[in-house]
């Protein structure tokens, strides 16, 4: 599965931005899609994910309430809608792939920057 992340920028506190995530080659194979991110410094973490097939999102506490993940099956495309942007969200956020079977997730997009301007 390839994956291709888009939609960062730059984004005053309390703002909003929407990433986007294009999967191609063998998509049939993913049971989950997630985001996760990583700051400078700091070790690349959770921030949320869905099963594709049966819809069902979690989230990391720290954007719960704030941040949307959500999936477009027949478009291979999954959205992380965020809202209320904090600074502590400036990161590379990444996309990434769990394929049917596999306990970790095996692919991963380039990613994308977000940066929150206080």
């Known amino acids: 599965v390839q994956l291709q992340a888009s939609g960062g920028g730059l984004v005053q506190a309390g703002g909003s931005l929407r990433l986007s995530c294009a999967a191609s080659?063998?998509?049939?194979?993913?049971?989950?899609m997630g985001w996760f991110r990583q700051a400078p410094g700091k070790e690349r973490e959770f921030v949320a994910r869905i099963i594709w097939s049966g819809g069902a999102t979690y989230y990391a506490d720290s954007v719960k309430g704030r941040f949307t993940i959500s999936r477009d099956n027949a478009r291979n495309m999954v959205y992380l809608q965020m809202n209320s942007l904090k600074p502590e969200d400036t990161a590379v956020y990444y996309c990434?792939?769990?394929?049917?079977?596999?306990?970790?997730?095996?692919?991963w997009g380039q990613g994308t920057q977000v940066t929150v301007s206080s």
């Open positions: 990434a792939s769990r394929a049917t079977g596999n306990i970790s997730f095996g692919s």
């Open positions: 080659g063998r998509t049939a194979s993913i049971s989950t």
